[in-house]
Nanobody, 125 residues
């Protein structure tokens, strides 16, 4: 089993910043095995890919709509992954989820095996 716990969500005005954190743990979690990703789901919308990072922390992938504004990083020693979000826009308002993947398409939610409960991000104009 892998347990993922997100934190750091909140309310911010447009143009502001937030940093999300995700703590990974569990008997099945070895930092060199899992790719970690962030997804988000706005009310009434499908869950969509935001960013993902490989086990080494070197390889990353971003959705076009967050490139240049969001940065994903991980601390393998602490089993943590972070999402630094800058220049936030009301369109970024959503429930943000951390997820773990071993093999598959980094941008495909269906390929991820474990999910956290999510943390709410609300951006006001």
């Amino acid at each position: 089993q892998v347990h993922l716990a997100e934190s750091g969500g909140g309310s911010v005005q447009a143009g502001g910043s937030l940093r999300l954190s995700c703590a990974a743990s569990g008997d099945s979690f070895t930092s060199t095995t899992w790719i970690l990703g962030w997804f988000r789901q706005a009310a009434g919308n499908e869950r969509e890919f935001v960013a993902a990072i490989g086990w080494s922390g070197i390889s990353t992938m971003y959705a076009d709509y967050v490139k240049g504004r969001f940065t994903i990083s991980r601390d393998t020693a602490k089993n943590m992954v972070y999402l630094q979000m800058n220049s936030l826009d009301p369109e970024d308002t959503a429930l943000y989820y951390c997820a773990a993947l071993r093999v598959g398409n980094w941008a495909n939610a269906a390929d991820y095996e474990y999910w956290g409960q999510g943390t709410q991000v609300t951006v006001s104009s």
